[in-house]
């Protein structure tokens, strides 16, 4: 219907000027331009996050320029602001008889004057005014400005406008109308200028970068010739007649399928739990839990094994990168020692500082060297022999973590592969630079001795500031990731018809490229400990570390530390409302020291029983709905900066819907998937988008040239932003701490809104209790008909819940809400 009307509307515009205009921009998604003169436009954007995009208007697309830092400006040295779209063709620049027509909003948040709505220089300005338009022919610096106003009276920033002018060698005639308001003439003026032809590219929106129109602008038409009244009225009639509004999407249209860069993943309902050395009271603990997944057990009792799977759940064995342990020596000097260990400087072993308590054989192994390689991988046989569903590595860094943190590994397997490496990565140039003459000759300790690093304390004091750092860490990082490559190629073959996944203890909080990102592409799921300390056990963690996890395709599974039940409570509530499961605080590892190993934790069902019932209750909940949202942040992990969490937690404070955007490429490769970015409006550079690998960098760049999404700096007013493109879908009128994340099930058309509560009670044990909190939908036509509304609580029976309906929004209020609760929409 709109094609047509649109065809009707140019065919009555023809009809009557015997031509088609020059120009004719519709913005329906691409920048062609469908006047005679064909070509296209392109997007300029003159200050960063400024950028022109394509938005949504009374006649489908149209040019949105609200991104603009102001409206229009005074002087002129006013710092480049806004963008444009430029359009160059030669035709033009003849014209001193024409017609210009479009269709124009200002931006009801902006303020300002001067601003242009179309610039050719040395030829004409137009500028949009209450009671008409301005219109100032010939070369700029001499330029005569016709004020052409009449009786009627617009509001620029409440309704879309037309303005129409036309230009004779003797006169100027223009014409005003609105959606609300009919076509009127709105002034006339005999000209008295030196000529509007000039040679110059066309800008839509803009005036030299210093004025920019902040608003959206359609209907973009340039015409030979002077049109006539009865032309112009036909044109503005028949754009009124095809006007479509382009509706918003359903708020059940914007889940966002898991990525899906691993074979394996746990389902947002599964309750994992861990019993560390295969414990048999644990069995009984485990069903009064409903947990589904026995994970990081470490034992070799193939009984306890078939018992938990024959209770139906899955099973996890463990290694660690202390793998036959058992096997070394009792000495500190690597010397005699046949396990294959780590070997600093001075020929010594390595004991991590938090475990020098745990017996005299605590030694960590080089994950190159033979011996540990055929330990490990001899014991994960075993593990799979056993009929084990996957297998978790703990202390799995190995090489790549102790290298930085306990100046390893000197060992002659190391030292050989080290100057094999240099020999593949380097240039002689490069070598020389290093220091290194003759690289086949190199020894890397040795080398150090020579040029004062006398022993491994001097190494470890200096380790930051010597040459070779970088690359002897790189090839260490490398080595471990070769490691996991070569352990999964082992479990294949092992185990051709039955995959078996492998984790790693460690979460991606907080995001470093050297610490757990780098191995992410080489294991199936992380499972790791929550901080140590309760001050940094916040929302700040829990919904970072949730979200991180989703852009990066990958489950993982927190292990708390509890120090206080309510907290402990409330993460595990985020961590479930955001996708991602949580490990039963139950036999839990509470910290080590040289004084010795914190009593592990046992929690109990009048702690934590209600919230792992819900969690069964509301299984299909759980799994069937998706994250959503319109906005996204866009994170490098390998640079990926100190204000990572507090801006993810600020967003969900203002219940904003968002995903993080996720690229890699130093160590794992994390790929930017273009389908992320097509289902966002708006995108937060909170790293710059230069800072990306070309690959990813081109995504970027193709996201941007299509004007479907809006680039934006971190510093950029997120929230006014998203009040601007109504992205702003969920109000919570209650106490501060208190969130709303939003779910979707696109095929069932329903939402599911997960309120979580970390205003903690002073006791520790639960979260304080509100009534009558309300979470307000906004744009409730975006909803759907809210035929169904449900709230669920733990350990409360569900309430329906009777939608509050206003023009402007639909207000549901709750009964109460302690921790945690779900409102289900359908």
Known sequence: MKTTLLTLALLALYSLAAELP??????????????SLGGEGRFQTYAQGEDPVFGAGPFGRCLDLTAASRHGGTAPND???????????????????????????????AQGSNARLLHKPGAWDLTAHPSGLSLALGPDAVKMPYLLTGPARLNLAATWCFFAVAVTPQTVTAFVGSRQQPLTRAGAAPRHDAGAASAGELALGNFGAIRPFNGWLDRVRVCRGALDEASLRALFEADLASAEEIAAPPVADLGRAPATNHLFRLAPSAIPFSTRWQRTNSLDVMQAFHATHCLWVYGN???????????????????????????ATTNRTAQGDASGRHEDLDGNKNTPHWMVTFGPKTFTGCCNHPAFRQLFFGEARRLVAAGVDSIHVDDWEMNASWVRSAGVCFCDVCRSGFREWLARRCTLEELKGLGIEDVAAFDYRAHLKRHGVPDAAAYRARYRTLPLTPQFTDFQIE????FFREFRQRLDAWSPEKYIPVSVNGLLTPLRPDHVLYGVDVI???????????????????????????????????????????RTRAALATTYALGQPYLVPWDLYMGSDASGIQPRYFGTREQYGDLYDFVRDRRALLDTHVSAAEVGVLINGDLPGAATEAFCRQLAARQIPFHILLGASRYARVPLRA???RTLRLLVELSPAATFCAEDRAVLQAARASGLTRFVPASADVAKSCRLLELDLLRLEGPEDLYAFLRVNRGARSAAIHVVNWNLAPDGERAETYRNATVTLLHPERWGALAHVVWHEPGRPSVILVPERHADSIRLTLPQVTTWGIIEIR
């Open 675 to 677: 389908d992320d970015l």
């Open 22 to 35: 020059l120009v004719s921009f519709d913005f329906e998604g691409t920048l062609v331009n469908a006047g």
């Open 79 to 109: 710092p480049p602001a806004g963008g444009a779209v430029l359009f160059r063709d030669a035709a033009l620049d003849t014209l001193d008889s024409f017609t210009l027509v479009l269709w124009a909003r200002q931006n009801p948040l």
């Open 301 to 327: 009792e193939n009984n306890f094994v078939r018992r938990i799977q024959t209770m139906g759940l899955f099973y996890q064995g463990t290694l660690n990168g202390l793998q036959g342990q058992e096997h």
């Open 479 to 482: 080595s471990m990731r070769a």
């Open 524 to 566: 199936d799921f992380l499972q790791g400990e929550s901080s140590l300390n309760a001050e940094y056990q916040t929302p700040n963690e829990y919904v970072f570390g949730a979200k991180i996890a989703e852009a990066a395709g990958l489950t993982q599974v927190v292990s708390p530390i509890p120090r206080s039940t309510a």
